[in-house]
């Protein structure tokens, strides 16, 4: 994946992100990231002393495609979706009371532990520290115990959260670039 062209190339040249308005905007913005030794997640804020568009490089490393970690702060990390698939516990333990959930997959879908996940973890993960392994082994459970709290919290309806999911999958798979299936993704 050519995270670096999105960063150095369409962030800081071709649409320049205001990092001074990000940083000084009156909304904190807490980006999720993997920890590449450890595997647990850990969040930046805009408010953070580092340089953030080295945060969004690393949340968008997803270690098998991208091939190495980010390094912040002296530490390494990679894909934020890894460990964070959905940030609604950042969100509940922030006290916030209106959450809008955004995800690519329908109503009632679950992942699981297919044979060829497994295969692909083993083959590409071997020079990974245990840690992040056992992260990317489980993340078929992290990603169903995140959306089971979606779904507990709109039931209690407690706060207002707003859940929007296509009716069925989309054409367009997660690493997919046809330009025909993600306008049909799109529409």
């Given at each position: ?71 912040i702060a002296g530490q390494k990390y990679v894909d934020g979706a890894l460990s964070v698939p959905i940030g609604i516990t950042k969100a509940l333990a922030a006290g916030a009371t209106d959450i809008i959930v955004i995800s690519t997959r329908p109503k009632g879908f679950r992942r699981s532990h297919s044979t060829f996940e497994r295969f692909m973890t083993r083959l590409f ?63």
């Open positions: 994946l050519n995270v670096d062209y999105l960063i150095d190339v369409v962030f800081k040249q071709q649409d320049r992100l205001d990092m001074e308005a990000l940083k000084s905007g009156p909304t904190e913005l807490f980006i999720p990231v993997t920890n590449y030794n450890t595997g647990e997640a850990e969040y930046f804020s805009n408010r953070d002393a580092v340089d953030f568009f080295e945060v969004l490089r690393a949340t968008k490393a997803i270690e098998i495609f991208y091939g190495r970690a980010v390094e993960t071997g020079g990974c520290p245990e840690g992040l392994k056992q992260r990317m082994r489980g993340y078929p459970d992290t990603y169903n115990s995140v959306m089971d709290i979606v779904g507990k919290e709109i039931e209690m309806g407690e706060r207002n959260i707003f859940l929007i999911q296509p009716e069925s999958e989309v054409a367009a798979a997660r690493l997919d670039n046809s330009r025909e299936k993600l306008i049909r993704s799109i529409e």
